[in-house]
């Protein structure tokens, strides 16, 4: 095999060319290799795509012994080691989907120094066992890939992560590199200091990713929405749609079938053999359109999807950046849309209240939704917004719907007025609960049974509201709610209440810019260029 007939010193480059078959190393990865190589540690932020693999496979081959990646990805473990021995790269994984004979003969291997690289489920490291196997062999490096799910402040925490600080401490020697594709400032930090990476070099990549068009809209019909999307924009282009319950992921599915759209549902309650044909076909065949919760997509490289549509406002601008960076790998255009209204924010606002964790999880995800509902409501360039959020400055971009359709923010305090001064005489009314289709009737002033049963007609805001829709106000009340200035209950009803903020705008102390909606998307420009 190539790998094995490698000369001992081989160099980065030399590995480079004759393993993986490619010319050059891309941005950084020379970089990171070098200080991988030279035995240090190394803490990789690089957006999805970037090519983080080769900054860990490469070393594992240079170095002597056997490079061991620690990785939450159990599906796809056995796609890259499938991967790697097609280039002639000796690896093997120990996850919990293998049975004891399996999983002796990977670990023979590893005693007598026959593998390369090891592939290690993170819970595996919590095993006594597993500890003392690593003991039994040469380790060249230690690759934890995903690092972000280390951080509890992160969008994907996960507890078995925690385990990972046993590496360092136990086999101080060996070179760390953590790598992920998620890491504002705070995430960054916690990275390192829970995996104690304090020696380590950092190495942030430029996450822009210039040929993916940003856009995100109000949400009226979600399903005709995403149709109409793949219908003008993507017939028969490979995508994704994105939807928060497996519920919704059969329905949209469904509906684009009914369509005559190739698509295909992905989500956990799926038994395992479809979720794997779903992805294989996904993967293989031509213009598939996974229709999926955030299940799907972590570690799938497919170079040519050219759309990721939500329908589902994502919990967390990292989220979000994680699943649109699936889209156009390849470097040609490619779309994320999002389909986002007042339902997300009170669904998700509900969530979070009843959430379990302690307050300061809840602050956690607060300022998770908080962020994610900023970039969008931002009247500026969503790329300068969303690469602000990963501490990167920019300037407007020219490719997202901002750009493109510029909105026009409009002086909101008067109607903002008109709704805050409607909750606060709702709410004097005790053991009654009313939320935003209710508000919306009053400023209306519609005569619907339960204004008549309430006496919501004598109101002296009933009817104050005539000059705008009601899919205006919806998008009034969202905005407010979006700024901080009305607030959803938790008692489950999605009744709204005044922040301090909101009494500050109430008594005229703080005026409020809204975004007036364009009337429709833009239609994609990025078509013509590349
Ligand atoms: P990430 O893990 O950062 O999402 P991958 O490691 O999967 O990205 O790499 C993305 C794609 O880019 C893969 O198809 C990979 O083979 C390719 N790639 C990475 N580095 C190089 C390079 N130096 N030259 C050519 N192709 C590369
Ligand atoms: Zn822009």
């Avoid at 094995?4 to 010319?23: I, N, R, S």
């Avoid at 380590?200 to 990549?205: E, L, N, P």
């Avoid at 908080?370 to 790329?383: F, G, I, K, Q």
């Amino acid at each position: 095999s190539p790998a094995a007939a490698l000369p001992g010193a081989a160099t980065p480059l030399a590995v480079l060319h004759d393993v993986f078959g490619y010319e050059s190393f891309r941005g950084n990865q020379a970089a990171i290799i070098d200080q991988v190589v030279g035995g240090g540690d190394a803490l990789v932020l690089m957006p999805t795509g970037g090519g983080k693999s080769l900054c860990y496979q490469v070393p594992a081959l240079v170095r002597d012994g056997v490079g061991i990646v620690v990785s939450p990805l159990i599906a796809l473990m056995q796609d890259q080691v499938d991967a790697l021995e097609a280039v002639g790269v000796r690896a093997a994984f120990l996850n919990s989907t293998q049975d004891p004979d399996q999983r002796r003969a990977v670990e023979a291997a590893f005693r007598s120094g026959e593998l390369d690289m090891l592939y290690l489920a993170p819970e595996r490291l919590k095993l006594e066992s597993t500890k003392q196997l690593l003991d039994q062999g040469t380790i060249s490096l230690f690759a934890i890939d995903e690092a972000h799910c280390v951080a509890q402040w992160g969008h994907d925490f996960r507890p078995d992560y925690l385990e990972l600080s046993v590496l360092h401490e136990r086999w101080p020697s060996i070179p760390r590199i953590a790598l992920t594709a998620t890491a504002t400032e705070v995430t960054h930090r916690e990275i390192s200091a829970r995996l104690g990476l304090d020696d380590a070099a950092h190495f942030v990549a430029d996450f822009d990713r210039p040929n993916i068009q940003y856009r995100i809209e109000a949400k009226d019909s979600p399903m005709q929405q995403v149709l109409r999307l793949i219908q003008t924009e993507h017939a028969g282009d490979a995508g994704i749609v994105y939807c928060l319950s497996r519920n919704s992921v059969e329905k949209t599915a469904q509906f684009l079938v009914d369509r005559g759209i190739a698509a295909l549902p992905y989500h956990a309650g799926l038994d395992a053999g479809t979720r794997q044909r779903n992805q294989s076909r996904f993967l293989r065949e031509d213009g598939i359109v996974m229709v999926a919760t955030v299940a799907f997509g972590m570690g799938i490289d497919k170079p040519d999807v050219r759309f990721v549509a939500h329908l589902d406002l994502p919990k967390s601008v990292e989220g979000y950046y994680q699943e649109t960076g699936r889209a156009g790998r390849d470097g040609l255009p490619a779309t994320a849309w999002l389909a986002y209204g007042l339902q997300d924010v009170m669904q998700q606002r509900r969530m979070i209240d009843q959430s379990e964790g302690d307050a300061a999880h809840r602050r956690k995800l607060t300022a998770h939704l908080d962020a994610m509902l900023a970039l969008c409501e931002t009247v500026e360039c969503r790329r300068v917004q969303l690469l602000g959020y990963f501490g990167q400055a920019s300037t407007a971009c020219g490719n997202c719907d901002t750009c493109l359709t510029p909105p026009t923010s409009v002086d909101g305090t008067v109607p903002a007025q008109k709704l805050l001064s409607t909750v606060v005489r709702l709410k004097r009314e005790r053991n009654q609960q009313f939320g935003a289709g209710h508000l919306v009737d009053i400023l209306l002033g519609k005569s619907t049974p339960r204004m008549q049963q309430n006496g919501h007609e004598a109101l002296s805001t009933f009817g104050i509201g005539k000059d705008l829709s009601d899919v205006e106000w919806r998008g009034v009340v969202r905005q407010l709610i979006a700024q901080g200035l009305l607030a959803v209950s938790p008692d489950g009803f999605g009744t709204l209440m005044l922040t301090d903020d909101g009494a500050a705008v109430l008594s005229g102390t703080r005026p409020v810019r809204l975004r007036r909606e364009a009337p429709r998307a833009p239609r994609s420009s990025s078509r013509s260029r590349g």
